[in-house]
């Protein structure tokens, strides 16, 4: 590829373009190189949906306390904090460093009968197991060979360790260890095994997670979920004996968090529940089984990792009721809750304060997302912050995922002494900025980094507004989240417009009552919050809803096996009919890793395509929690058939993870919208209008401006029969380089556009000579991810400007025979179903099954919307 030089000019071609075969569209889209390079965190871990895990059961970052352990005498406690462990006693608000180091340190158990504290350190891609010695500050590893090893607790009498591991499976199971001289061993608990049972978010193989002792060291109390198709599963006890039967001390859904606790006494386990809530409270059960749990504590809040003190007078956990983490004790008799403040911090390294300041070009104070990484390696953030962490990261670049926290404009935060190096993000139309600075030791220094804007055309930002579809307020993680901090995370992100799409976590909606028909009263004249719906059904694929000018669409899902939504009705068709009676527009959101094969897929069960020849289908994630080359495979299909289906993006992020997607705006659709009155509803309305119209750009970090004869995107050009020139011109403005901008017609590439030197920028013009009806978008994307990128790879899509010639629609045979056995697939799985309620359920399904079959079958006559 030439490289540009600034200001040489830009390239003008003429090209002649008639309709591209699925076949070849296929072929150009398939020749991208495969993205091997990003993987997830912890990526030895064999159990499905990696984001739920990751960020409900492994260990976290988090600037508070994050796990906690008594002493043996009751009179302090040891927690997990920034990556390191610390002790603080009852009393005090002084904490103290027991670790330090290039890993990162997590869940300690004290030994009962000595000085020493088992924990869990992350480093060199694995959690393993170590031991601290008090008396002499050295850490031994204990586990060995790259697992997952986590959640130890020390036996009674201090000589062997429960913990949990990934060892021998890739999943997670109790194992129980002991030193010996030839070092320590573990074993597991039980042989895996298989349900029967159906189930989706999690493994076919039972898991086993969360021991914890019985006082006299004879039994273990645990999760697992043997037959349960929902949730990580009941609360358990066995001996440790071979020939010891499992016993049910409670039967419930749990979702990672229970984490049970034997009460000194032997009678009583204490855990985690969101019983009939939206969020964790403690409960108490009897330790025999089949007792009736009764709460503990209540609040719009979640507690979770309980610990009972050695005389079970108190109970010490980490709580979310202020946002973020933060721990307390709480008496059994009574219920007095006492707050464990932390006002001073004692390192065991020396250290520095680090105070940063972004502004904009002006010198005035912006938001930003801003990772610092201390001279240990190590990402630290400001003691009140929100640390989040990105979920995967390349090898080769990096020992660690990037984390980062968002700054209203000023952050200070204590770092080791020596080089720290910080990078600032504010949204895709402003550079990344880098520097290093020198902390010495016991000394404060002051970084200000002045955000620059990238060179975009003039008023270009003033009339395209950026917004992400697809975010979860609130989704079980670590934080709670309020519409105010969520605002706070839009502009740090420079984001104008945020979906809170409310959804199901297993049986709670964590933010259903937040819906409001209307604009958040957070939302200023930068930034508006909705809250929305994501309409949660595996078997046709997720809708996101936005705009609902009513109520929400309730149970919120279908099609899950063995509840009373086991039917596959309603199906997304009728869902998508009763959001458009609310004004609502309905998108298929994070649609596809691989595009679907219908030739070798017997489950394919997803109805895009039935949805979009029916006419009930207003915009596509383009760019989502998906594979982006991938997704356009599909849309451009539909695009050859003569769909107009909108390109939008949301991240899917959860807002209130340490680890998660994200961040909040990562995956953004750019809305063109007209001027108009200032307040908070009519700005929703104009937006949403210009994304149903199509007037859209998708991205992770590309900016694109296209035009078709000086239409804009989502444009129809009406011409009688004939043969035409059209004229286009466009730019691109990346954050970081791109490998590829190309202009598409109909799924061909008609130009590959010169860039220039640091592959961030280009202008460009064309002509293109077209017969027939056709489609013209522009697009850049990369072979492989970028580290400044939390995604796959970079990438981003102008919607098409669409060509219409004699009012003949496009149509590619090839792709409606695609779609034709597509939804041929989805037919049979739709007969096959045993679970229906009625006949005309079924048959309401099937209806609208073959109408959308006909359109494929007979075309061309695909409609528009």
Request: net charge negative; no cysteine; proline share 5%.
């Amino acid at each position: 590829m030439r490289v540009l030089n600034e200001g040489e000019g830009v390239k003008k071609v003429i090209r002649q373009v008639g309709l591209t075969t699925g076949l070849l569209l296929l072929a150009l889209l398939s020749s991208a190189p495969a993205s091997a390079d990003r993987a997830t965190v912890l990526k030895q871990i064999d159990v499905p949906h990696n984001y739920y895990f990751r960020e409900m059961y492994l260990p976290q970052v988090t600037s508070g306390p994050g796990y906690v352990a008594w002493r043996p005498d009751g009179k302090a406690l040891v927690y997990s904090m920034q990556g390191s462990l610390w002790l603080q006693t009852l009393g005090s608000d002084e904490a103290r460093q027991l670790t330090s180091g290039a890993g990162y340190d997590y869940q300690p158990d004290w030994s009962p009968v000595g000085n020493d504290i088992v924990f869990v350190r992350y480093a060199n891609d694995a959690l393993e197991l170590y031991k601290l010695d008090l008396t002499s500050g050295n850490t031994t590893q204990l586990t060995n060979g790259g697992a997952v090893n986590m959640e130890p607790r020390y036996s009674p009498d201090g000589k062997r360790i429960a913990y949990t591991s990934t060892q021998g499976s890739g999943r997670f199971h109790v194992f129980v260890g002991a030193e010996s001289a030839a070092g320590f061993a573990g074993k597991a608990l039980l042989p895996e095994r298989q349900s029967a049972v159906v189930r989706y978010y999690y493994s076919k193989y039972d898991h086993e997670i969360s021991p914890s002792w019985s006082p006299d060291g004879s039994e273990l109390v645990y999760v697992s979920n043997p037959e349960a198709g929902y949730g990580t599963g009941a609360i358990w006890r066995r001996g440790l004996t071979a020939d010891a039967k499992p016993i049910l001390v409670r039967d419930e859904e749990t979702s990672w968090k229970a984490k049970p606790d034997w009460s000194p006494d032997g009678k009583r386990v204490i855990y985690s529940s969101y019983l009939g809530r939206q969020w964790h409270q403690l409960w108490i059960t009897t330790a025999a089984g089949g007792g009736d749990p009764i709460p503990l504590s209540y609040g719009n809040f979640d507690i979770t990792g309980a610990r009972w003190s050695p005389n079970g007078k108190q109970i010490a956990y980490i709580a979310n009721d202020d946002g973020n983490v933060s721990l307390k004790v709480q008496d059994v008799l009574g219920g007095q809750v006492k707050v464990i403040k932390i006002n001073k911090r004692i390192y065991l390294e020396p250290t520095g304060t680090l105070t940063i300041k972004t502004t904009d070009a002006s010198g005035n104070a912006v938001a930003a997302r801003i990772s610092v990484t201390g001279s240990d390696g190590r990402n630290y953030g400001p003691n009140d912050a929100w640390l989040h962490a990105d979920d995967g990261f390349d090898r080769d670049n990096a020992q660690f995922e990037s984390r980062y926290f968002h700054s209203q404009g000023e952050s200070t935060l204590t770092v080791p002494a020596g080089a720290t190096s910080i990078t600032v993000w504010r949204g895709l139309e402003n550079h990344i900025a880098r520097q290093s600075i020198e902390v010495a030791a016991g000394k404060s220094a002051t970084s200000t980094v002045a955000i620059q804007r990238l060179s975009l055309p003039e008023h270009w930002q003033e009339n395209w507004l950026s917004g992400d579809v697809h975010v979860h307020m609130n989704y079980g993680g670590t934080y709670r989240n309020t519409p105010a901090r969520l605002l706070r995370q839009a502009e740090a992100e420079d984001l104008d417009v945020i979906y809170n799409l409310i959804v199901n976590k297993e049986q709670r909606i964590p933010d259903i009552s937040y819906f409001s028909t209307e604009p958040d009263p957070v939302s200023n004249k930068n930034t508006l919050i909705m809250h929305s719906q994501e309409y949660h059904t595996s078997f046709w694929g997720h809708l996101g809803v936005l705009g609902l000018q009513d109520h929400l669409l309730i149970s919120d899902y279908s099609s899950y096996p063995n509840t009373g939504a086991a039917s596959l009705f309603p199906d997304n068709e009728t869902i998508e009919d009763l959001a458009h009676a609310q004004n609502a527009l309905v998108g298929y959101v994070h649609p596809f890793d691989v595009a679907p094969d219908p030739d070798n897929d017997a489950k394919l069960t997803n109805a895009l395509p039935i949805d979009v020849a029916l006419g009930k289908v207003d915009y596509y994630e383009v760019v989502g929690f998906s594979n982006h080359r991938e997704t356009a495979k599909v849309w451009y299909r539909l695009l050859n058939l003569g769909f107009d289906v909108t390109a939008a993006a949301g991240t899917d992020a959860m807002a209130n993870y340490a680890s998660l997607r994200g961040p909040v705006g990562m995956n953004r659709v750019y809305v063109l919208t007209k001027p108009g009155e200032d307040s908070n509803v009519a700005r929703r309305d104009r937006w949403q209008a210009g994304l149903l119209a199509g007037n859209t750009i998708a991205s992770n970090g590309p900016l694109l401006g296209f035009s078709v004869d000086g239409q804009q995107p989502g444009s129809h050009i009406k011409r009688p029969a004939g043969e035409y020139e059209f004229d286009y011109s466009g730019f691109m403005r990346s954050i970081v380089p791109v490998d590829h901008l190309e202009v598409i017609v109909n799924g061909a590439v008609v130009q590959t556009i010169d860039l220039d030197e640091a592959a961030t920028s280009a202008d460009f013009t064309g002509r293109i000579k077209v017969k027939g009806s056709a489609w013209i978008l522009v697009r850049a994307w990369n072979d492989k991810s970028h580290p400044d990128v939390f995604d796959l790879f970079p990438f981003a899509t102008s919607n098409p400007v669409f060509i219409d010639v004699a009012g003949t629609p496009l149509w590619s045979t090839e792709d409606a025979n695609y779609f034709v056995r597509w939804i041929d697939r989805v037919k049979e799985a739709v007969n096959s179903h045993p679970d229906f309620n009625t006949d005309e359920e079924k048959n309401t399904i099937l209806a609208a099954i073959n109408k959308a079959r006909a359109v494929y079958a007979e075309g061309p006559q695909a409609g528009s919307k």
